[in-house]
């Protein structure tokens, strides 16, 4: 492990030239358009987001990347980071209208994370590095760097009581910490008891109410909480293994009108608890159990009884917690891997749709 700080600029703040919003109609797209979605009226109409600022004379826009991250800057849902699988980091002050580079190499982006008392401070997972900006001016630091071969950052989190604690989580089921805003780190677990290869973090937890529970979201080997912020670990995701793949985990989300209600999107299809993983449930779907991948699941912040989820050229909404469900295709058969729901105004959701890896 190494750390080292240098300077490059980012492209935002430079004469700029803007490229065209591209709008694709739902009869004329293709199976393969990826990129940005974005809907204004809870997910019955959709438009492509792709206008990119960019130098030069060469019009560019983002229809061809494929989104790994999406995240609200702090009490501002206008601003939204975006992470891609090859081409670096974006980020749009105005709803998704205008993308801008930030000048990170081209590359994947695995996560993002913003400081949660300094919206100015935000971190990136990229390959082996963990990456600190600051102002989105000319600083960014590399903070961490993974030396073991074949050994990624995969995903962060940061205590919303105490910003200089920073969590990541790696390929092989590493969780790290800092104590001092990235400064220093140590490794405090390790979910991969078995030398699971495959057995990485996908997602790093806090609740919202008590900054000590932690949720660790690992591929195959289920989620495992902490009630004492770290020190100690308890699996609860066994009552997951009575649904066929249920610990195949590709997406999870936290209701945030109820203290420790989960929903978790899994090869099985959609599963939830309502106390912290005690008990789980699956919620009935349209399609038959295991019968298509479900990539991406979001509640309503402000109606927990409207839900939406993900899978290959189609998005599915329910009203009333599952009782009924709405479809709507989009314009592909690629995935819908990423969707985010305004938590000011939820009628305005976005989806990122990716070509499979």
Not at 77 to 92: A, D, P
Not at 211 to 223: D, K, P, S
Not at 266 to 295: F, R, V
Not at 324 to 338: E, L, Q, R
Request: hydrophobic share 35%; net charge positive.
């Amino acid at each position: 492990m190494s750390k080292k700080i240098f300077f490059l600029i980012l492209l935002i703040c430079v004469p700029l030239f803007l490229t065209g919003c591209i709008k694709i109609d739902f009869k004329t797209g293709t199976n393969e358009t990826i990129g940005i979605f974005k809907s204004i009226d809870a997910g019955n109409i959709w438009e492509q987001k792709t206008s990119l600022l960019s130098q030069g004379k060469e019009k560019q826009n983002i229809s061809k990347v494929n989104p790994t991250k999406m995240l609200f800057s702090l009490n501002d849902s206008q601003i939204i980071f975006l992470g891609t699988r090859e081409n670096g980091m974006y980020v749009t002050f105005n709803g998704g209208n205008e993308w801008q580079n930030i000048f990170i190499p081209k590359g994947k982006i695995n996560d993002i994370a913003i400081d949660p008392k300094s919206k100015d401070i935000i971190y990136v997972a990229y390959y082996n590095k963990i990456l600190k900006i600051q102002n989105l001016k000319k600083e960014l630091q590399e903070i961490f760097i993974e030396n073991q071969k074949n050994k990624f950052i995969t995903s962060l989190a940061i205590d919303w009581n105490n910003p200089n604690k920073i969590y990541a989580g790696t390929t092989d089921g590493t969780l790290l910490q800092s104590l001092n805003s990235g400064q220093s780190w140590n490794m405090i677990e390790s979910f991969n008891k078995k030398n699971e290869t495959k057995n990485k973090i996908k997602k790093i937890l806090i609740n919202s109410r008590d900054n000590r529970i932690l949720y660790i979201v690992t591929t195959n080997a289920g989620i495992f909480k902490s009630i004492d912020q770290g020190k100690n670990w308890q699996e609860i995701t066994l009552g997951l293994e009575k649904f066929i793949n249920g610990k195949n985990i590709f997406d999870v989300t936290f209701d945030s009108n109820k203290n420790e209600k989960i929903i978790v999107a899994t090869i099985h299809g959609l599963i939830k608890t309502d106390n912290g993983g005690k008990t789980w449930q699956e919620l009935k779907l349209l399609s038959l159990p295991g019968a298509m991948k479900i990539y991406s699941v979001a509640i309503n912040p402000k109606n927990s009884q409207e839900i939406y989820y993900g899978t290959n050229g189609a998005i599915y909404k329910t009203n009333d917690n599952g009782i009924t469900w709405i479809v709507k295709k989009m314009p592909t058969s690629n995935a819908i891997k990423i969707l985010l729901i305004d938590p000011n105004t939820p009628a305005t959701i976005y989806a990122g749709i990716s070509k499979e890896e």
